[in-house]
């Protein structure tokens, strides 16, 4: 799988939107871009994916760069229970998740 | 709709020993996959199994192995436990191996080896 870049950590105000940036600049035209979060003690938790088109579901919404070499996780109203580590992931097939280090989204009252 | 059960919670082993842990899989899920989570790092792949074979495999050795049964639930088994070995271990199911769908995980096992 493709490596991503994404920041270490983020910081933002409850009830504001969150963008979360991942650089994937070496992508091929058959990675889909998942991405997940990770509460304290749990597992994963899968958020959203998609291949080129802008994508929405009821937890947040995934926007694609034209060229796909970089994407941005949107939280539309971040709420404390979003304070998560947020992983971007690149998958091309059915080969396993590579997860990097991800994003540590820290949530202020 | 129960998600992905694993147990034990928790498990303290000693050197040397082996390990199994086991994993139910989402209702209507026919893939696992297991992840090796050590504290701080993100979650590594260990395999997948799909059909009942492996189907995937990570960076792993073969002290590390596998099972489905027919009914989609799954094991980890780990001989010969180093202390390295010490994390925690995520199960994630999936339907179809995971190509159109997101995986659900549970809430792992946590392995101390002493």
């Known amino acids: 799988d493709a490596k991503t870049t994404q920041p270490n950590s983020m910081e933002s105000n409850e009830e504001e939107p969150v963008h979360l940036p991942c650089n994937h600049s070496?992508?091929?035209?058959?990675?889909?871009i998942h991405w997940y979060r990770q509460l304290p003690s749990q597992g994963p938790e899968y958020v959203i994916h998609g291949l080129t088109s802008n994508v929405n579901n009821r937890m947040a919404s995934l926007a694609i760069a034209e060229d796909r070499k970089s994407s941005t996780l949107i939280l539309h109203r971040a709420t404390l229970r979003d304070a998560a580590v947020y992983y971007c992931?690149?998958?091309?097939?059915?080969?396993?998740?590579?997860f990097g280090k991800g994003t540590h989204l820290i949530i202020q009252p | 709709d129960a998600g992905v059960t694993q147990s034990p919670t928790h498990l303290i082993k000693t050197r040397g020993q082996q390990v199994t842990l086991r994993c139910s899989p989402k209702?209507?899920?026919?893939?696992v996959s297991w992840y090796q989570q050590a504290l701080g790092q993100g979650p590594q792949f260990i395999f997948q199994y799909y059909e009942e074979e492996e189907r995937q495999r990570g960076n792993f050795p073969d002290r590390f192995s596998g099972h489905q049964f027919p009914n989609y639930s799954s094991e980890l088994n780990v001989n010969a436990l180093l202390l390295g070995d010490s994390a925690l271990y995520l199960c994630?199911?999936?339907w179809g191996q995971g190509y159109y769908y997101g995986y659900t995980f549970g809430s792992g096992t946590r392995l101390t080896v002493v």
């Open positions: 994630a199911s999936s």
């Open positions: 209702s209507g899920h026919d893939t």
């Open positions: 070496t992508i091929s035209g058959t990675d889909y």
């Open positions: 992931i690149l998958r091309g097939g059915a080969d396993g998740l590579t």
